[in-house]
């Protein structure tokens, strides 16, 4: 049975006085709900504060992008042992903004994805076609090649850490979500993939996420389809109300 698993991504939004806050609030909310995984990413600066505020809580902590290289220097870069420090669960590798506005590739995705792993951290692979790519067709060629490419030489025992986050990029913050029959085909096109990979057995204890425009009254009928695990929440993560009721939406 796959546990369903909501992360908040924050994005370059937030204060860290704003960030403990937020965190306060859903601490209170979201006491009651552990048959749901609840993870918050906030931006670094906040990771430390918000990790205290929820250290006994059953919200876990994720950040939004890390380096690969242990130390060093890297002007400007994360490492995994400084997010492990700061109480970090979960890492988010490869979002499309990442893939679109800082170079990140399938390389750069996989060399994170194994340090990430190697440190016992978990990450979140994200992976998904733009428009202009699912108009031409080529949403599930563009899909194969992010996670081919990206968990490249991952073992089997590894993987099981992974959570994939399927992120059409059409659907990111537009507020035009993907209907969940296309969901469920390019999840289902995605647990192919992994048995391929791996084997059936595997793959059928990965979880895959869902992102792009998910809301309290869309996230029901997405989780109902059989190979959505879950979702990973942008714009309505930034509000106590909207992401507690994702989360209470998926019980
Ligand atoms: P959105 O973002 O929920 O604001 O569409 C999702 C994401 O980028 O992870």
Redo the contacts with the bound molecule.
Sequence with gaps: MRKIIIAG?W?MNKTIPESIELANLLKRSLYDTSEVEIVICPPFTSLSDVGEVIMDSNIKLGAQDVHWEKEGAFTGEVSCAMLKSAGCVYV?IG???RRQYFTETNGTVNKKAKAVLKEGLRPIV?VGENLEERKKGRAFEIVKDHIVNSLSGIPNEDMLKVTI?Y?PVW????GV?ATKDEAEEMHKYIRGLLTEMYDKELAGEVRIQY?????PDNIRELISEPDVDGA??????LKADSFTDIVKNCL
């Design positions: 991504n994005k988010i979002h499309s903004e994200c986050a992120e659907a990111i913050g537009t979500n992102g792009g425009s998910v809301k990973l929440v942008g714009g309505a993560s």
